[in-house]
């Protein structure tokens, strides 16, 4: 071994003296540049492999070196061939460079170096593959050289060697030859007449076997329609065209064929593409759809042969004309077609309905005739399963559509819905309905269900913005839906353009009922819509971001009341749905009065107050074809209340005495919203916030309060629900809508009603294991019980003796009767409890759904108006609304009404930009509400719901302060001055309670507090830290817990970083504070204890709040003693338990080295020598089994003649495992079989083999205590 490394060590001494290789003329750099091009073109990053490319380029340009050109080809050509497909075509696109930049470079030559290179029959069966592409991507090269047209003889070898290619399928698949028609379309006439059309003669003539070939003669026949004419087809196919009926069997394989392989990629192929045009430019393309696509592809079962046929069927619509496009939308594709959209609604069937949608897209945004998108949506609206298209109401390619196309098909659409001509659709039914359904489906239904497609088709087009549409038809359209939805057709006029179409099918209900929804949901769209057309005052009203009117400025509601009245005018002509009262049509007139008066009053001033009530006004007048008698109370309230409004602003000076008596005009509006947000209508919800938004500068604090009274979850406790027990309409409505519900689960029983005996029967179980289980049996129903049976003497009494007197077969009878009326009155007693059940859950889910709606009104008042004085009569009702959440039941619509309250307390109140500054006078309310949050923050089992508290009373302490500077934010520098201003706030009483709160927080074991509220009180507000500091020191050792202990060091080292405490102290102070808090610290530390993390945890923080002390201290030369606190300090180690790592230990020596104390240094010699020791007995020696492995000594048995020798006997190793133990056992039965036959053999022979196992032994004893030596 000494040897072995003396040897080593002197060619290392040698190796150093070698002289050092130098670079003078830099042509290593050189060359390892120029290779790195290479590394670079074949890298995954396509922008790093097209630099490169230039780069190798023009480096080949500058140097001019035959022999860097000569190695860049031949390493280009060796680099098709490699694994990544990345790599692979970086080095074609290079070798496409170089060869169109240097032509000198024959492409003969390139050619021949690329087929020696990749030699396909030479190549080993694992790297075919590579091969084949090597070939193919040298093909490839030559082709986009630009040089390859010039070379015909070339050309034409590239051709045979594609064709080639085209057996290595699996791998190139039809590569090759989309790269003979790429070589075609850039091939003269002349060379591929004289050159080409020889070489493709086999594959032209065979066209019609396989699609590869069958593309290849489309190809040429696209590109060279000189060349292959007739008669030369003739020769080539036997037909003069080849789209052809003797061909068509042969076509139809090669299409299937074709849709097979496209199976998985979800394409059209080129060649069926391809197929299509060349039956158009031959005039056959009716022959070929009908009998390729319709007799051939749609008689397979359903699968990749329909798909194919699908999407030819979308390929197909831009290059027909109008009549080829009514005969493909009317023929059995879109038949087919429509049975597998419906088929295929299940989650986990392929849906081919979105790909079509993509060729219908790309159809009407690239085609401009109007007549062709209108034949194109006419056909797939026809398309209708029982009277119901397949296509969806909200059909995406119509956003495409142009607006004269538009106009057309809305036309259709209407007269569709007037004159439905259901035999003119394709109507068909699935094989399951056809199956389910015991005779024809009514036409009356199909009719129904074709209205109501209709009516939402309508109002998808003028509510989606993204279809360009006119203000005329988005206007005709509201009135075709308006005037089918509350009127009737008495007599024709021209005045009323929709009364001229007749209803050839009278509306139903259900149908009438669908338009009135769609009627009030188009009116939402019309309320969001932003100014259509390109004028200057829609472009002016559009910057505005102006929604809901005209270009003239008009609301869209306005111009449909306007049209309501017309027709309400036209009672010869037209007759209302909903029958008007006199009074009702009073109340109308007096709205259309009221409005009208606002217009004009709004054109002298613009108002807030004059919108909103002309859109309360409008919306509740279009309310009463829905529901006139409450839109008529509503329409009363809202008059008194405009000329309550009306009549404050004339006489603002003379206030009258009457005010006080009577409602103010805001809290009726607020009442009237309240009433219309219990309607389930996103139009009424949207249209209450815009109003409530513009009265909001009028609210009253009676006004807020009827909206907290809704959100007060006490009184929604003891009245079972504000809005359903009240008086006011709302709660009328929402019984009526529980009613309403109730009536349709009662429909839905009867519905029902025809199941089977045994469901009433496990029902029945049901229930008396319910009784039994959870509840008491009833005392009055168990006393009846009980007379029933003593009535018929037939319940046993003491007095009776014996049971063996029996009652006969009449008074049995009597007796089942009376038991069967008793519990069947018991059972109407238990369903009567249960419906209760559910009306009062319904009834739940009602008002938490009003209450989400009311809390919308609060969300815009405090977004509008948080510098509002209300807000501060906002914070308890909405405190108690999140406490009572928390402890209320979690249901879903729960937790949503109590995240969205948490919400807007948290960012729209608490963390206001603004907030109310005019608090004169109101300071004593402030303080005590401020006493009261806190306590009850206090008070509270829940941190997350104090914390809720602690920040109100924080917005409460803010609101008294006030603003300190005019830069009231928290990046401004604040000076002394400015810190100790606190306004209107009574600092004494304020840090009394926090002191207490203080107090008791760090001295009781549970409290709902934490330390990040104080934190931010002290952060916000630093006079309270000034003041609490004295609380917080005090609480270094009268903590109830470590923790609380090390939280108050905590907070009075931050108190001592803070720069706003620095200034708000002098120098006294400061050193004042400094000593008592040494002084704290020294008894914290007499008694310390490390056992667990807590006590770990208070100490780390004691000593960071020492190390600051004491670095304070002797920086700006305090009077404070630190000698106790050192000598604690010192006796801390005295075990020398803190000289290990850790924070803890850090945290120590970092305080005691500001004292002169360094850390020893732990000596680690005894260890290492200790290491060193264990490392050696564990070690293993290279070469040599562990002990574990040797065999042990077995004594050898002596050979005795006529003797058998023992068997050997098993080792304790031998247990370890099956596997070890069959190994131990074969060999064992090698050894005796080996014994055995040494017992056979003579003695001589016997010894000799003895000798000689032993000199084997010695010699391998001898090894091994050589190879120790040394």
């Known amino acids: 071994m000494v040897a072995v490394m003396q040897t080593d060590m002197g060619e290392i001494e040698d190796s150093s003296v070698k002289p050092k290789i130098t670079d003078a003329k830099g042509i290593l750099k050189q060359n390892r540049q120029f290779l790195d091009y290479f590394w670079d073109i074949a890298k995954p990053e396509r922008e790093i492999r097209l630099k490169a490319i230039e780069d190798l380029i023009e480096h080949l340009k500058q140097s001019e070196k035959p022999d860097e050109l000569k190695y860049s080809l031949k390493r280009l050509v060796c680099g098709l061939s490699h694994a990544r497909e990345d790599a692979r075509s970086g080095y074609s696109v290079a070798l496409a460079q170089l060869l169109s930049v240097f032509e000198e470079i024959s492409l003969k030559s390139t050619l021949d170096s690329v087929k020696a290179q990749h030699n396909l029959l030479k190549a080993r069966k694992k790297l075919l593959r590579n091969a084949a592409f090597g070939n193919f991507f040298g093909v490839l090269a030559l082709s986009q050289s630009t040089r390859l047209h010039k070379e015909p003889q070339i050309m034409l070898e590239c051709v045979q060697l594609l064709q080639t290619l085209s057996q290595y399928r699996e791998h190139l698949r039809d590569l090759p030859r989309k790269t003979m028609t790429d070589i075609l379309s ?314 001229m179409q007749a209803l050839s099918v009278p509306i139903d209900t259900q149908t009438r009922a669908a338009l009135s929804a769609a009627f009030y949901g188009l009116l939402q769209g019309l309320n969001s819509m932003a100014v259509l057309g390109n004028s200057p005052e829609a472009e002016n009203l559009n910057s505005r971001r102006t929604v809901g009117v005209k270009a003239d400025g008009s609301m869209w509601i306005y111009c449909v009341v306007q049209y309501a009245n017309m027709l309400l005018n036209q009672s010869k002509h037209v007759q209302s749905i909903q029958t008007l009262s006199p009074e009702q049509r009073q109340g109308w007139e007096s709205m259309l009065e009221s409005v009208e008066a606002l217009k004009k009053k709004a054109k002298k001033s613009s108002s807030p107050e004059h919108m909103a009530f002309q859109q309360l006004f409008l919306l509740v007048g279009v309310q009463m074809f829905k529901a006139p008698a409450e839109s008529l109370e509503l329409l009363n309230d809202l008059r008194t209340c405009m000329e309550k409004a009306q009549a404050k602003k004339s006489k603002k000076k003379a206030k009258g ?76 409505k929402l019984k009526h809508k529980k009613e309403d519900e109730e009536e349709d689960n009662e429909e839905e029983d009867e519905e029902g009603s025809d199941c089977s005996s045994s469901d009433d029967d496990d029902d029945e179980e049901e229930e008396d294991e319910a009784m039994e289980d959870g509840e008491e049996v009833d005392q009055n129903f168990r006393l009846d019980l009980m007379k029933v049976l003593q009535g018929q003497n037939a319940l046993a009494t003491e007095e009776d003796g014996s049971d063996e007197e029996e009652l006969d077969d009449a008074a049995m009878m009597k007796l089942d009767g009376s038991l069967a009326a008793l519990f069947l009155e018991q059972k109407k007693k238990i369903q009567a409890k249960k419906n209760e059940k559910d009306r009062l859950r319904k009834e739940k889910v009602l008002v938490r759904d009003f209450r989400i709606k009311v809390l919308d009104m609060v969300e815009v008042f405090l977004t509008k108006h948080s510098s509002s004085a209300l807000v501060l009569g906002m914070i308890e009702p909405m405190l108690s609304m999140i406490e009572n959440g928390m402890s209320s039941e979690t249901t879903q619509q729960e937790q949503d009404f109590l995240r969205k309250a948490a919400y807007i307390f948290k960012h729209r109140l608490c963390r206001a930009k603004y907030y109310c500054r005019e608090i004169d006078g109101r300071e004593a309310e402030l303080h005590e509400m401020l006493e009261r949050l806190i306590g009850r923050a206090q008070k509270l089992t829940d941190s997350s719901v104090s914390l809720y508290y602690f920040s109100a009373a924080l917005y409460v302490l803010k609101v008294l302060r006030g603003v300190a500077s005019e830069q009231d934010s928290p990046t401004a520098p604040s000076t002394p001055a400015e810190l100790k201003v606190m306004g209107k706030v009574d600092a004494e009483r304020v840090t009394t309670c926090f002191r207490k709160v203080l107090t008791s927080f760090l001295t009781k074991r549970k409290s709902p507090l934490t330390g990040q509220m104080f934190i931010d009180l002290f952060e916000r507000f630093p006079v309270f830290y000034v003041n609490l500091l004295d609380t917080l020191v005090e609480c270094i ?234």
């Open 657 to 732: 005495k009457s005010c006080d008596e009577e409602p103010h005009w805001v809290e009726v509006v607020v009442e009237i919203l309240l009433s219309l947000l219990s309607q389930p209508s996103r139009l009424v919800r949207n249209v209450c916030k815009a109003v409530f938004s513009r009265i909001c500068p009028h609210l009253t604090q009676e006004a807020l309060s009827s909206i907290l009274n809704v959100l007060d979850p006490n009184r929604d406790e003891d009245e079972s629900g504000v809005m359903v027990t009240d008086e006011n309409k709302n709660g009328k």
């Open 1037 to 1270: 050792t009268t903590g109830v817990r470590e923790h609380q202990q090390g939280l108050a060091c905590f907070m009075v080292l931050k108190a001592l970083q803070s720069k706003d405490v620095k200034n708000l102290m002098s120098d006294a102070q400061r050193t004042e504070l400094c000593q008592k808090a040494v002084d704290q610290l020294v008894k914290s530390f007499e008694d310390v204890q490390c056992e667990n993390k807590t006590d770990r945890e208070k100490i780390i923080k004691a000593l960071e709040l020492c190390q600051h002390l004491v670095k304070s201290v002797r920086n700006q030369m305090m009077q404070v003693n630190l000698e106790l606190l050192q000598d604690v300090l010192k006796s801390m180690n005295a075990d020398g338990s803190l000289q290990k790592q850790g924070h803890l230990e850090n945290s120590y020596w970092n305080v005691m080295h500001l004292f002169g104390v360094q850390k020893p240094k732990v000596e680690k010699v005894k260890k290492v020598a200790e290491a060193e020791q264990t490392e050696k007995t564990t070690k293993k020696k290279k070469g040599f089994l562990p002990e574990t492995k040797k065999r042990k000594n077995r004594k050898k048995p002596t050979v005795l003649e006529g003797k058998e020798t023992p068997a050997p006997t098993e080792t304790p190793e031998g247990a370890s495992g099956e596997g070890k133990k069959k190994k131990k056992k074969n060999k064992r039965r090698k050894q005796q079989g080996g014994e055995e036959e040494r017992q056979n053999q003579p003695a001589a022979k016997k010894m000799k083999t003895q000798e000689q196992q032993n000199k084997k032994k010695k010699k391998k004893k001898g090894g091994q205590q050589k190879a120790d030596g040394q």
């Open 186 to 499: 850039e091939t003269s006439t002349e060379v591929f007449k004289e050159v080409l059309l020889s070489a493709l003669q086999s594959d032209l003539t065979s066209a019609l076997n396989t699609p590869e070939q069958l593309e290849l003669l489309l190809v040429a026949m696209q590109k060279f329609p000189s060349v292959l004419k007739a008669k030369k087809l003739k020769k080539l196919l036997g037909a003069t065209a080849v789209i052809t009926k003797e061909n068509m069997p042969k076509l139809v394989e090669v299409l299937k064929t074709v849709a097979r392989s496209v199976k998985k990629e979800n394409i059209l192929p080129p060649v069926a593409f391809d197929l299509l045009q060349a039956s158009l430019r031959e005039d056959n393309f009716e022959m070929f759809w009908n009998e390729a696509i319709i007799k051939g592809m749609l008689s397979e079962m359903p699968g990749p042969t329909h798909y194919l046929s699908f999407r030819l069927l979308g390929a197909s619509l831009p290059l027909l004309s109008v009549p080829q496009l009514e005969f493909v939308l009317s023929s059995d594709v879109m038949r087919y077609y429509g049975q597998h959209v419906l088929s295929a609604q299940l989650a986990e069937r392929y849906k081919f309905a979105p790909e079509m949608e993509k060729y219908l897209i790309e159809f009407m945004e690239g085609c401009s005739d109007a007549d062709k998108q209108h034949t194109v949506a006419l056909g797939f609206t026809q398309l209708t399963n029982q009277g119901y298209p397949v296509i969806p109401t909200s059909w995406q390619p119509l956003e495409h559509m142009g607006q004269s196309a538009l106009g057309q098909y809305v036309e259709w659409l209407m007269g569709a819905f007037c004159k439905p001509q259901l035999d003119k659709c394709m109507d068909f039914s699935t094989r399951r309905q056809i199956g389910n359904q015991e005779s024809e489906v009514q036409s009356d239904s199909c009719v129904a269900r074709f209205r109501k497609w209709i009516t939402s088709c309508l109002s998808f087009i003028v509510e989606k913005h993204k279809i360009k549409k006119e203000e005329e038809l988005v206007m005709k359209m509201a009135r075709f839906i308006f005037f089918h939805a509350a009127f009737d057709v008495k007599k024709p006029t021209p005045e009323i353009p929709e009364t």
